[in-house]
């Protein structure tokens, strides 16, 4: 689990290790993207990547995660 800030930048991560900023990934791209779009409750499916955290193949699953939800737009 790893959870990033509205701009990318890291926050923390289970199991713990340093991965600095994340903003060009595609799985913070696509939770973003649902963001700019008010989708909340809608999760977003990674292409697989190399994690260099690990070595390993991973997919993500991604969504953004607010404190309250942003007024409708008009």
Known sequence: VTLED??????????????GNLRSLDYFIGAKRLYDAGVFGGVYVSRAYLSKASGKVHMSLSMPIVDELPKARV
Do not use: I, M, S
């Open 6 to 19: 509205e701009n990318g930048l890291f926050v923390a991560r289970e199991p713990d290790a340093p991965l």
